[in-house]
């Protein structure tokens, strides 16, 4: 962005320079041409071309913009790191791109390496999704290592890139394990009513755990009883309540260990 606000500048500072230079030394025709007429020939669409363009490309290159635009993430950031940003705040800047308000939001990013930074980001939000946008909400984000204090919703539609900063993250917290993620991606997806449901008072990184207790469907309609605990969000109990219906994982070789999948944002 900075690369063509630059090269604005540059060209606009030449249409003007060039005008004002044929100006200064222009040579009347003749002895009858009245005064001033160097700075009236059609050199004089230059500056107003460059004063037109120069605030035109500031303000599409404006950071959140062009990616609004565009629908993807900037040059900068498009091959950046993804990370895991939550939301602190929101508050709108008073830009809008058709009708459709600028944001400000700030996040907590977990990085790639577990590592945890402030930063923050602009970004164009239609008005149907504005509400959504709210502390504790977790975007995948990309991030520069050697700068930090600033971020890109990611925007590549890079489901597995992001789905695995997710599972690094969950495993680094002790919320999850790799064999359970093993079962999520080669288990037989299914699904499993909860039959019961008690809190075992252990907490992890503000999730507490659960114990649950499911009826899973076989593929050919039977079932089968089993126990579950997992570590759940408090936004997040409210949909492992008794008589929910879930997404749930197992394999075939081993009906004691099922997974369950919840939504990150529940």
Do not use: C
């Amino acid at each position: 962005m900075k690369k063509i606000r630059s090269t604005a500048l540059a060209l606009g500072a030449a249409a003007i320079g060039y005008y004002v230079y044929h100006a200064v030394t222009y040579v009347p025709a003749s002895e009858w041409e009245p005064a001033g007429m160097g700075w009236l020939g059609v050199e004089m669409a230059l500056p107003i071309i460059a004063l037109t363009l120069i605030p035109i490309v500031f303000a599409f290159t404006g950071e959140g913009i062009l990616s609004a635009l565009t629908g993807r993430n900037s040059a900068e950031f498009r091959d950046g790191l993804t990370g895991l940003g939550t939301v602190r705040s929101v508050r709108q800047t008073g830009v809008t791109v058709n009708d459709q308000p600028q944001v400000h939001v700030e996040f907590s990013v977990e990085g790639s390496d577990g590592k945890i930074f402030h930063s923050s980001a602009k970004m164009i939000v239609p008005l149907t999704e504005l509400a959504l946008l709210r502390a504790g909400v977790v975007l995948p984000v990309r991030y520069l290592p050697g700068r930090t204090d600033k971020v890109e919703v990611d925007l590549s539609g890079d489901a597995a890139a992001a789905q695995h900063a997710m599972n690094e993250s969950l495993i680094r917290k002790g919320i999850t394990t790799r064999h359970k993620l093993d079962i999520a991606e080669r288990g037989i997806a299914t699904q499993a009513v909860v039959q019961s449901l008690s809190v075992t008072g252990n907490i992890r990184d503000g999730h507490s755990e659960v114990e649950l207790g499911l009826v899973v469907t076989r593929p050919d309609g039977s079932s089968f009883a089993t126990r579950v605990t997992k570590f759940l969000a408090p936004a997040s109990v409210g949909h492992v309540q008794v008589g929910r219906v879930l997404r749930a994982h197992y394999l075939p070789e081993n009906e004691s260990e099922v997974v369950i999948a919840l939504p990150v944002n529940a």
